[in-house]
Every structure is written in C-alpha cells, then in structure tokens.
C-alpha cells in the first residue's frame, strides 16, 4: 500500500487544490490499485474554509483527515507529517509526500512504486549528482547546490527508511532533508538509495511560498530553504547519525525478532556488558540452569 501525506490550508491559499489533487488519483488509478493507495490530510482549525467531512465520501479511496492548531504554519509542516505518518495503514510500504497543488497526470504509477522490493529507498524523476558532493557537502556553496538539485520533486520514501530514521528532519522540507540524508549515506558509506521513475505528477500551484523565500520568520534555526540554514550546524552530525543508523539497518537487517542462539547472539550478549562482568554473569547462568534441572 501507498500513503499519500500532506498538509492543506485553504483559507487565504488560492493554489490549494484538493478536490483537484484527489481526481486525479481518481483518473490515473484503476479500481484495483485504488485499493492499495491512502490519502492522510492535515487541516488548519483556524481555516474555515476547509472542506467539510462529507466531501471526502465521493472519492473511491480511503481518506484520514485531521485538523488541529495553525502553529508555526509551514514551518511546522515536519511535526505534522509525522503524526500523519503514524496514522497510516500498517501495511502501507511507501509514502508519498506532496502538497494540495500537485496533480497526478500518468496511470500506472501506483503499480510501478509496489513492484519495487528494496526496503530502504528514495524515488524521484530526476537524479540528483549526490556523488558530487562527497566530503564539501556542507560547504555554503553546495547546500544552496544540493537542497535543490532534485528540481520539482513529491518525494515517495520507503515506510522503513522513516521508521529507522525517527522523523523526517528538522525543516519544513521533507524533500530538502531526504537530499541531505542521501548525500551523507553516500559520504560516509558510499551508499546511494535513490531509484528514478518515470514522472507521473506536476506541480499547479506558484513556486514563490513565502517560507522558502525567506520572509516568514521562526524561531527553528534547523530550518533548510533554498536561500538559507541550517544556521544550527547540529543539523549536520543528526543526519550522519541517521545515516549511520540506516546503514546499520541494511547491513544487519531490520527484523525486531530475538536472534537464535549462535555466535551472532553469544557475541552480542557478551559485549551488552562490561568484559570484566563476564565470570559473574556465566556462574550466574550455570547455577540458574542447575536450579533449573532440580
């Protein structure tokens, strides 16, 4: 399954476009595929001009809505994608992120992203040069290179790739981190998820927002546009830590399931204690069981 995420503001935003959006899933999917696709939608509680409950009914797939406060508007877009992360269907495999003035324009797209296996990846139309920026990646000159370098992108993400990393960053733009992270799983372990696909969306509304230009102010300095931040340069050694968190993950795998005894588990109980600890805690074991055999 495929969740589809996004935040919608319709008071005082004459790009928003929902009914739009969700016509064009309509269009470009077939009753089976319609099946397998989720669409979870944040609302403002101050825009009264969102839609009302019983709009959403006449679409042939399942829509989650939620409203709560405005708080820092886009700047706080991160926050909300999270909860609505944790409200998809536990079966959902991939996410895909996206705004209220996007459109679906080719069919066949949900079929394509469930045929891929991979548990940890990122898709996109256009291949950023991640390898580029290995070792200067936060170089001012290539942060205002690489955090657009994926031009118009609504980025689908494996569901596990969020689930390691915890979040989906520390700005607005889920897409700016997803970049970010990628350029540093390739510095540091020269690992590159990214997958291309054909495109199938585009983008209706204007490119000038007001937060990615700079002119809404927050008190968040992790924040990532096209023109400035991070100014907290913590940003930085976060993502290495979930770059090496996801490497982890892909090289011992991802199952939370207890290890069968073997050495893997026997050297794994070892080193979850002190060496010197070792004597006490196999006496400890060897009396346990005998104890157990009386």
């Known amino acids: 399954m495929i969740s589809v995420i996004f935040c919608s503001r319709v008071k005082d935003n004459p790009d928003s476009n929902v009914a739009r959006l969700l016509d064009s899933i309509t269009a470009c999917t077939t009753p ?3 099946q397998q696709i989720e669409v979870l939608i944040k609302y403002d509680s101050d825009d009264d001009c969102r839609p009302q409950e019983g709009f959403f009914s006449q679409f042939p797939f399942a829509i989650k809505t939620f409203t709560w406060s405005r708080g820092e508007g886009r700047h706080g877009l991160h926050n909300a994608q999270e909860y609505l992360f944790t409200q998809r269907n536990p079966q959902s495999r991939f996410l895909l992120m996206t ?71 520390w700005q607005a733009n889920v897409d700016s981190w997803l970049m970010g992270l990628s350029v540093v799983l390739y510095d540091m372990y020269g690992v590159v998820l990214w997958k291309t696909h054909e495109p199938f969306y585009e983008r209706g509304g204007s490119y000038e927002r007001p937060a990615s230009t700079g002119a809404a102010p927050t008190f968040n300095n992790m924040e990532l546009t096209n023109n400035k931040g991070p100014e907290n340069k913590y940003w930085f050694e976060l993502v290495r830590r979930q770059a090496r968190n996801v490497y982890l993950n892909i090289l011992h795998g991802t199952s939370l399931k207890p290890l069968r005894w073997g050495p893997t588990r026997l050297m794994r109980k070892i080193r979850s204690q002190p060496f010197n600890t070792l004597p006490r805690r196999a006496l400890r074991k060897i009396a346990r069981t005998l104890s157990g055999i009386k």
């Not at 003035?101 to 469930?114: A, C, N, W």
């Not at 955090?147 to 569901?159: I, K, L």
């Open 99 to 169: 705004a209220d003035d996007f459109i679906f324009t080719r069919p066949g797209f949900v079929r394509e992203i469930l045929a891929i296996q991979d548990e940890f990846c990122i898709l996109g139309h256009c291949r950023p040069p991640i390898e580029a920026y290995a070792g200067r990646y936060e170089q001012e000159k290539m942060i205002r290179d690489w955090v657009v370098s994926f031009g118009c992108w609504s980025p689908v993400v494996s569901a596990r790739l969020i689930e390691v990393c915890q979040n989906f960053g």
């Open 32 to 34: 089976a595929e319609r």
